[in-house]
Structure formats: C-alpha cells, structure tokens
C-alpha cells in the first residue's frame, strides 16, 4: 500500500471545513450549555462561594490573631509594670529596714554605752567604798599605834568617816 500525502493539500484552507467545524463547536457549545452550563456554573458559584468563605475566615483569623497579639502585647506591659512595681516595693522595703535596723543598732549601743557608764559609777562608789573602809582601817591602825591605847571602836571609826566624808569635799582639797 502506497500512499502518497501531499503536504500542500493538507495544510490548505477550505471554506467547507471552516464551516464545519464552526457549526460542530456552535453545537458542542448549544449541547454544553443546555446540558451542562448550569452545573458547570453552579460548581463554578461554589467554588467562589468556597474560596471566598475561606478568605473572610483566614481575615478573622488575622484579625483575631492581631487583637490576640495586641492583648498579649497589653499584659507583657502590665507584667512588666507589676514587676518594675514589684522591685520597687522591695528596695523601699530593704531601706525601710536598713533604717530600722540602723536606729535599732544605735539604740542598742546607746543602751550598752549608757549601762557601761552606769556599771562604771556603781564600780567607782564600789571602790571608793572600799577605800574609805581601807583608810578607815589604816588610819584606825595608825592611831592606835600613836596613842598606844585602845580607843573606843565605834568612836574611831565616827572620827575616820568624818575625816573621809571632808576628805571627799573641794573645800578640803584645795
């Protein structure tokens, strides 16, 4: 079988094939749209339908999400804000009682500065006590050795306080 193709008459134009395939797509074109146009269009409406509902969702979401953000953004100033108030209150607190505690030091060294000078006068009459009641015995001694004879005890010992009593005065030691 020899077939011969020429390529002239294949690619030429002829006026009975335009028309008929301009009538066979006009038909395809009546035959879609009296049997499928509308459910091509009603697919077509929802899926506008559809994508639109998914771009008003995905702009509540944004807009959920920018409230939510905002609402964050609000609370990590106000945690920030109790904290800074927080630190605050706790230095205030720490001078509060370093204050405190200085006035209480102070006071408890005044007490001790004020029970030592307290402690250092009863030490002082202590002693002068103690010495009036030595001079008492020496003079005592001394006087019994000067007159050689025993004198009335008490009697002496009136003598002595009395010259340590004059003794003690500043008229007596200028």
Same mark, same amino acid.
């Given at each position: 079988?020899?077939? $011969?193709?020429?390529?002239?008459?294949?690619? +030429?134009?002829?006026? =009975?094939?335009?028309?008929?395939?301009?009538?066979?797509?006009?038909?395809?074109? =009546?035959?879609? /749209?009296?049997?499928?146009?509308?459910? =091509?269009?009603?697919?077509?409406?929802?899926?506008? +339908?559809?994508?639109?509902?998914?771009?008003?969702?995905?702009?509540?979401?944004?807009?959920?999400?920018?409230?939510?953000?905002?609402?964050?953004?609000?609370?990590?100033?106000?945690? !920030?804000?109790?904290?800074?108030?927080?630190?605050?209150?706790? !230095? *205030?607190? =720490?001078?509060?009682? +370093?204050?405190?505690?200085?006035? /209480?030091?102070?006071?408890? %060294?005044?007490?001790? /500065?004020? !029970?030592? *000078?307290?402690?250092?006068? *009863?030490?002082? +009459?202590?002693?002068?006590?103690?010495? /009036?009641?030595?001079?008492? $015995?020496?003079?005592?001694?001394?006087?019994?050795?000067?007159?050689? !004879?025993?004198?009335?005890? $008490?009697?002496?010992? $009136?003598?002595?306080?009395?010259?340590?009593?004059? %003794?003690?005065? *500043?008229?007596?030691?200028?």
């Amino acid at each position: 079988m020899n077939i $011969e193709f020429d390529i002239n008459s294949y690619l +030429r134009l002829n006026i =009975v094939d335009m028309l008929i395939i301009c009538i066979s797509t006009f038909l395809i074109v =009546v035959i879609a /749209k009296k049997f499928f146009w509308n459910k =091509v269009n009603v697919y077509l409406q929802q899926r506008q +339908r559809a994508i639109q509902q998914d771009i008003d969702e995905a702009m509540n979401q944004k807009e959920e999400a920018t409230r939510l953000k905002q609402q964050y953004d609000e609370q990590l100033a106000q945690a !920030k804000q109790t904290a800074n108030g927080i630190i605050e209150d706790a !230095k *205030s607190m =720490v001078a509060q009682e +370093r204050k405190e505690i200085l006035v /209480k030091a102070k006071q408890e %060294a005044q007490a001790m /500065k004020e !029970k030592a *000078s307290a402690d250092i006068e *009863s030490e002082k +009459r202590q002693v002068r006590k103690e010495i /009036k009641e030595q001079i008492s $015995e020496v003079a005592f001694l001394a006087a019994q050795k000067i007159v050689e !004879k025993e004198l009335d005890e $008490e009697k002496h010992k $009136e003598y002595v306080d009395t010259f340590i009593e004059q %003794a003690g005065d *500043s008229s007596w030691q200028a």
